[in-house]
């Protein structure tokens, strides 16, 4: 069973800017499509963005184009989602997850994390 541990959430003011890390317990995703997701209280889990395997297409919600980067390293085996601009609207719990198809719905992943919980005050 893999299992994706995400790090970096926290608590940011308006305007500032934070880093996601998303990497897979065991084994390596090097193979797999990447995105990011997220869930603010009372909402249905929403896409934030994806990445494919070699980095070269990227893909990000509306909400957030322009202002978050999703990149990854394969030879850490890792993918980052850089947050700057910071809104409160983007306060939620952030998720990445695993896929072998480029997709903006949640049910094409097959593989999470338990979730980062970002903040961010006015």
């Known amino acids: 069973h893999v299992q994706l541990v995400e790090s970096g959430g926290g608590l940011g003011q308006a305007g500032a800017s934070l880093r996601l890390s998303c990497s897979p317990s065991?084994?390596?995703?090097?193979?797999?499509?990447v995105g990011w997701f997220r869930q603010a209280p009372g909402k249905e889990r929403e896409f934030v963005a994806s990445?494919?395997?070699?980095?070269?297409?990227?893909a990000y919600a509306d909400s957030v184009n322009g202002r978050f980067t999703i990149s990854r390293d394969n030879a850490k085996n890792t993918v980052y989602l850089q947050m700057d601009s910071l809104k409160p609207e983007d306060t939620a719990i952030y998720y990445c997850a695993a896929g072998s198809n480029p997709s903006s719905s949640p049910e094409n992943y097959y593989y999470w994390g338990q979730g980062t919980q970002v903040t961010v005050s006015s």
């Open positions: 990445i494919s395997v070699q980095g070269t297409y990227t």
């Open positions: 065991a084994c390596a995703f090097v193979y797999s499509i």
